[in-house]
């Protein structure tokens, strides 16, 4: 800024600029509550661990599953459409906050990461903490978030939300489920995959409460999950 020399076009200078700032302050928090890059609003909502944003931009919710809803000629998993309506509930003309975990994006290009409510709650542990949801780990999932959404889970369980009623109460195979420690996956006693877990690897669950309860979730394939009734 140029200033004429002077006492009085020095005070002239200094009230302007005291003037400036008193107002970039005074507007800069209404400036940033309205205009927060961070927040975002869901548009649609594919499932109960995915959803896409007003931008265009696909979430998957990270370290959770959800059951799947029907697709490609397969049918809708028992519990989806429960899970689904659930996560449009929480989500619906809401602003949250995305939080990235682990790679930015999945193999999909999804952005992979969490959403948070206004007051500061994950979506993805309210969906696992209502039993419409389960912990789902992987490699860059961070430790105290996989214990968080785990024990979500398990007091879930003991609390017999959700899908978790029906769930654990499926007849018991004839052999125990076969769990990989390396994947975190666990597979029906005659799924080939199961055959495959080196002994390095390989555990022994033999019922659905003790596989989910160690945070083992079940595998693409031979899933014991059931289809919706």
């Known amino acids: 800024m140029n200033c004429e020399t002077g006492r009085r076009a020095g005070g002239r200078c200094i009230a302007t600029l005291c003037l ?4 970039s302050w005074f507007c ?3 400036l940033l509550a309205g205009m927060d890059p961070a927040l975002v609003r869901v548009d649609t909502v594919f499932d109960g661990d995915t959803c896409q944003l007003t931008d265009g931009r696909r979430v998957r919710l990270a370290g959770i599953d959800a059951p799947e809803m029907a697709h490609d000629g397969r049918p809708a998993q028992y519990y989806a459409g429960e899970a689904q309506a659930l996560l449009l509930r929480l989500t619906r003309g809401v602003s949250l906050r995305f939080v990235g975990v682990g790679p930015e994006r999945d193999r999909f290009d999804r952005l992979l990461g969490d959403l948070l409510l206004p007051d500061g709650t994950s979506v993805a542990a ?3 903490g209502e039993g419409a949801a389960f912990f789902f780990w992987f490699d860059d999932l961070p430790q105290d978030l996989a214990e968080r959404l785990l024990s979500a ?6 609390a017999g939300r959700g899908a978790w ?3 654990l109460a499926l007849p018991r195979p004839t052999a125990p489920y076969v ?3 390396a994947s975190h996956r666990f597979h029906a006693p005659d799924c080939p995959d199961a055959a495959r877990i080196g002994r390095r690897n390989r555990v022994v669950l033999p019922t659905l409460t003790e596989a989910f309860g160690r945070g083992f979730a079940p595998a693409r394939d031979c899933t014991p999950w059931p289809v919706a009734p």
């Not at 400036?20 to 107002?23: C, K, T």
């Not at 889970?153 to 003991?158: S, V």
């Open 20 to 23: 400036v700032l008193a107002l």
């Open 28 to 30: 800069a928090p209404v």
């Open 126 to 128: 309210r969906l696992v």
């Open 153 to 158: 889970q398990q007091r879930a369980m003991a």
């Open 165 to 167: 009623p029906r769930l």
């Open 179 to 181: 769990g990989n420690t």
